[in-house]
Every structure is written in structure tokens, then in C-alpha cells.
């Protein structure tokens, strides 16, 4: 059974830089694609950034494209969340997800497996 913690999150001033990170345990990471996904107060859970299971492939939602940067560790079993230019909008407990497929998946219901989740808050 796959195992996810994500750690990471904290509070951060508008225009800052946060690193989340996600640990895998339990099963074979270099064959899990991997997600991140956030949920605003208020809002549904939406999809963040996703990296195929080799790293050859990465797709962003538009609101975090060119701030964000996810990347896989296969050797550390961990995958990362590069987080720049920082909003308040960004605001949300963000989670991690595994996909036991070779392609990017941006559906939160093609997942497997999911963390607790770490909170982010920007302040302006």
C-alpha cells in the first residue's frame, strides 16, 4: 500500500519561495506517476502540477505555470514542489497523489493514492 507525507508548507510573505515535498513509501516509486493538488478555504480541490513517472513529461494548471516546478527524486523516493512568486490566492492545504501510470494525469480521480495534505499561507 502506497504510503504519502508531504511536508513543507508554512507561511510565507507574497512574492516568496516555498519547497514542498512529498515521501513515498510502499511500493515501486519509479513506476508511479505523480500529482499535486490544493484546496483554498472554500474552494474544491484543484489541480496543481503533475510529472509522468520518468520525469519526461510535466503539465501545470495556468494559474502556477512559470512559478511552480515539480520534479521527481526516483532515488529518494520524493517528489517536489517548487513554489516562486508566491500569491495570496495561493493559499491552501496542498496534497500529493500517485498514479500507478506512465502518463501526467490532471484528474484527481485517476489517483491512487493520497497524503494528509500540508498547509501554505501567503500573506500580502
Known amino acids: 500500500q502506497v504510503q504519502l507525507v508531504e511536508s513543507g508548507g508554512g507561511l510565507v510573505q507574497a512574492g516568496g519561495s516555498l519547497r514542498l515535498s512529498c515521501a513515498f513509501s510502499?511500493?515501486?516509486?519509479?513506476?508511479?506517476?505523480m500529482g499535486w493538488f490544493r484546496q483554498g478555504p472554500g474552494k474544491e480541490r484543484e489541480f496543481v502540477a503533475t510529472?509522468?513517472?520518468?520525469?519526461?513529461?510535466?503539465y501545470y494548471a495556468n494559474s502556477v505555470k512559470g512559478r511552480f516546478t515539480i520534479s521527481k527524486d526516483n532515488a529518494k523516493n520524493t517528489v517536489y514542489l517548487q513554489m516562486n512568486s508566491l500569491k495570496p490566492e495561493d493559499t491552501a492545504v496542498y496534497y500529493c497523489?500517485?498514479?500507478?501510470?506512465?502518463?501526467?494525469?490532471?484528474?484527481?480521480?485517476?489517483?491512487?493514492?493520497w497524503g494528509q495534505g500540508t498547509q501554505v499561507t501567503v500573506s500580502s
Open positions: 510529472i509522468s513517472w520518468n520525469s519526461a513529461s510535466t
Open positions: 497523489a500517485a498514479g500507478r501510470t506512465i502518463f501526467t494525469i490532471t484528474a484527481p480521480n485517476r489517483y491512487d493514492s
Open positions: 510502499g511500493r515501486t516509486f519509479s513506476t508511479y506517476s
